[in-house]
């Protein structure tokens, strides 16, 4: 059965066909049983791949390709990965629906230019970090505040490949929701180090993960 609406294809498909300028590789692992929401996650990502010749769809299977998922560092399923000309670390633990689709469809756009849209005045600071950063953003998919600390998560993968971006679905992964606490959405942890609810401004978002290298 089929996911998205026609009406949403047909904008959707606009969107790409104006927007999108390079390849953009959508790489997913999944499996047959004892995975909930990784059929229905397949088949929207079919779907939108479906809409343009410029995004690949790659289908991984989690159990038997499990050396490709440790390549990955692919450690739990659905798992979508979103990459361009580069290697980026931006990944989707969890069915990206809700309010967390637009996240999805901004991530495709941007990976495809290979810039994100943070302001100049902050591209230097995250630029200049040399250490692993490990971001995660736990969401429900009904969470209108949510996708602001994904993008913001995602769009400093896209500036700086030392860093790795996950939006972590809450109730598909409760017992990663238990060993962080989270009580309330949007909930980042950094580098396990850092930890705040609710949507930041950039600006405020860039600094704690400067301060979690030290």
């Given at each position: ?114 810039r994100s849209r943070l302001p100049s005045e902050l591209l ?91």
């Amino acid at each position: 059965m089929a996911i998205l609406k026609d009406d949403v294809k047909a904008k959707l498909s606009r969107v790409f066909s104006q927007s999108l300028e390079g390849e953009v590789k959508i790489r997913y692992f999944t499996q047959e049983f004892e995975c909930e929401f990784c059929k229905e996650t397949r088949t929207l990502l079919e779907e939108l791949s479906a809409l343009s010749s410029k995004i690949n769809l790659e289908v991984y299977d989690f159990a038997a390709e499990a050396d490709r998922a440790k390549e990955l560092r692919v450690d739990k399923i659905p798992a979508t990965i979103i990459t361009g000309r580069d290697e980026y670390k931006i990944r989707y633990f969890g069915i990206p629906s809700g309010y967390e689709f637009t996240s999805l469809v901004e991530d495709i756009v941007d990976v495809s230019k290979g810039r994100s849209r943070l302001p100049s005045e902050l591209l230097e600071k995250v630029r200049s970090i040399s250490k692993p950063i490990h971001i995660q953003v736990f969401v429900t998919p009904t969470c209108p505040y949510c996708p602001k600390a994904v993008r913001a998560a995602h769009q400093l993968a896209i500036e700086n490949l030392n860093i790795t971006a996950d939006m972590v679905e809450s109730v598909e992964f409760p017992h990663l929701a238990n060993r962080y606490s989270v009580m309330a959405v949007p909930k980042t942890v950094i580098n396990d180090k850092i930890e705040f609810v609710g949507a930041l401004p950039e600006e405020q978002f860039v600094e704690l993960v400067m301060r979690a290298q030290t």
